[in-house]
């Protein structure tokens, strides 16, 4: 079973940083490319970041330059490096693996920033 947990949300000030962890369990995650997603309260979930297996990154406008994606396939665990935080970026934060067409989840972790 495909197992999916993220970590490292919390509060932190405007400007600050958060490292968010999204670790995969139940799978073998080097051939898959990964999504970070957010969703914040009353819109839609939006992609934050993607890491392809071969290493390819992508970000979406809003956190481009501020956020960092990366993946350790040893640990299968992929990462997301938060710097200069805003207001705006509070939501929670998803990781995503889709495998053979299928899309995984986790559960989520909650990052609030505070003005």
């Known amino acids: 079973q495909v197992r999916l947990e993220e970590s490292g949300g919390g509060l932190v000030q405007s400007g600050g940083s958060l490292r968010l962890s999204c670790q995969a369990s139940?799978?073998?995650?080097?051939?898959?490319?990964m999504d970070w997603y957010r969703q914040a309260r009353g819109k839609q979930r939006e992609l934050v970041a993607t890491i392809t297996s071969g290493g390819s990154i992508d970000y979406s406008d809003s956190v481009r330059g501020r956020f960092t994606i990366s993946r350790d396939n040893a640990k299968n665990t992929v990462y997301l490096q938060m710097n200069s935080l805003k207001p705006e970026d509070t939501a929670v934060y998803y990781c995503?693996?889709?495998?053979?067409?299928?899309?995984?989840w986790g559960q989520g972790t909650q990052v609030t920033v505070s003005s």
């Open positions: 139940g799978i073998i995650f080097s051939p898959y490319a």
């Open positions: 995503k693996l889709t495998a053979r067409g299928v899309g995984y």
